[in-house]
């Protein structure tokens, strides 16, 4: 458990600030901006950063919209001590705005991060703590340009949380701390054929429109000989322009899911085949162009366990509805949130962790739903982030100072990665 004396100097920092995180919460929901383009959102926290006497480097790591903020401590022998890096995203989603809470997300990082500063001021430990602007979460893969420019090099602990809609949580039950979210490899698939006159030569021409349906319908068989808790899911991009035209060019948009990596890697290679196999079929020509591939979440139990502490032994959580004291649990229900995020691919790079907190919706509505978007600008979901961010700082801090429980987080996280690279 953290010092009750540095716990305290963390929840004082992010009520001192509390106006300022709203200020930046509210400012990011009333301005959705899509992934890569988040010029608002990102100026709005590095600004404020910069007000509450921070060196921020912006842009950072080659990104427009990215930014990190660093804040560390000097040791007496110049030791930099262990870095911990929180995670802010704030990209919205087309026509529908933050349904996905990003707004919260960013409030919670920020929330973190200000605690966790305060503490090392306070209490002159050396160590480092950051705040990194993660663009374009959906579907963009900014954490994995973020990782290729070296962001999380040297990080002992990468952590974030995420809202999920209150509704498909157990009565009791406020937030998820073990949360394992699907691996997702994408696909964009291009089928040529022959343009003809559907009408006057329909014999000169080859479909590729019918490649298309070809694949979907071979794709959604095979949905028949696939496990539970995989998912395969696809668009139309382009399938021809009039219908008196043969479509010769067409292009399809896949996601395919599993529980790790290479479970994913494996499905795909089943679903290409109804690709290659619906082009041999209509005679067209098939490309395939990868998209940036989602790695399972694989969080770190340790900082899974402490968070889960920190937010049980809280005397914030209300008696509400009769439901009583909000508790965290553990991974109940398993099927909480079955996403797939680049926050998976970071797990790959260092501890992590990844939280889900419940917030009401009108009529349950979940994520990437209009419903949500209105449940993620509220009062009340703001408060469970910063409160999310709060516990967050602490699990952070015990990273930073307390040397044992720092090694066996990297201990399990090292063990977890050799159960990734043999599948499991």
């Known amino acids: 458990m953290t010092n009750p004396t540095i716990a305290a100097t963390i929840a ?6 509390k106006s300022e995180i709203a200020l930046i919460n509210n400012h990011i929901h009333s301005n959705p901006e899509l992934a890569y383009l988040e010029f608002t959102a990102h100026s709005t926290l590095v600004h404020s950063l910069r007000r509450l006497g921070f060196s921020v480097t912006s842009p950072a790591y080659g990104l427009p919209t990215s930014f990190e903020a660093e804040f560390s401590n000097v040791g007496p022998s110049g030791e930099q001590g262990r870095l911990v890096i929180f995670n802010a995203e ?4 087309p026509e529908i705005g ?5 707004n919260l997300i960013a409030s919670a990082s920020l929330a973190a991060f200000l605690g966790v500063a305060a503490a090392l001021k306070a209490s002159g430990q050396p160590g480092r703590v950051r705040l990194l602007g993660t663009p374009a979460e959906e579907g963009g893969g900014g954490k994995l340009k973020l990782i290729e420019a070296g962001a999380y090099k040297g990080c002992d602990a990468c952590l974030m949380v995420h809202p999920g809609p209150q509704a498909k949580l157990p009565q009791g039950i406020t937030a998820v701390s073990y949360v394992r979210m699907l691996a997702n490899v994408k696909y964009r698939v291009y089928f040529t054929g022959r343009e003809a006159h559907a009408s006057i030569s329909p014999w000169a021409g080859i479909n590729a429109l019918d490649a298309v349906c070809l694949s979907y319908n071979a794709i959604s068989m095979l949905r028949q000989q696939i496990r539970p808790e995989e998912r395969v899911h696809g668009v139309f991009r382009e399938a021809g322009t009039r219908p008196n035209i043969t479509p010769a060019d067409c292009c399809v948009e896949y996601y395919v899911r599993s529980v790790t990596r290479k479970g994913a890697e494996d499905l795909g290679e089943r679903v290409l085949k109804c690709f290659e196999g619906a082009a041999l079929a209509t005679g067209c020509e098939w490309r395939k162009e990868d998209m940036s591939p989602y790695y399972d979440v694989r969080p770190s139990k340790g900082l899974c366990k402490a968070w889960m502490e920190a937010m049980n032994s809280s005397q914030i959580a209300e008696e509400t509805e009769g439901k009583g004291k909000g508790k965290v649990a553990w991974e109940d ?16 790079e260092c501890p992590g962790f990844h939280g889900v907190f419940g917030i009401e919706t009108e009529e349950g509505a979940a994520n990437h739903t209009k419903g949500f978007t209105a449940g993620a600008g509220t009062q009340d979901a703001f408060e469970k982030a910063l409160e999310c961010g709060r516990a967050m700082a602490e699990v952070g801090w015990r990273v930073l100072v307390d040397e044992g429980f720092a090694a066996e987080v990297r201990r399990e996280w090292e063990g977890d990665m050799k159960d990734a690279e043999e599948g499991r």
């Open 333 to 348: 229900p398993k099927d909480f949130f079955q996403g797939s995020t680049d926050m998976g691919n970071v797990c790959y």
């Open 12 to 17: 004082d920092a992010i009520q001192k600030d």
């Open 98 to 102: 933050h349904a996905c809470g990003h």
């Open 90 to 93: 704030y990209d919205a989603l």
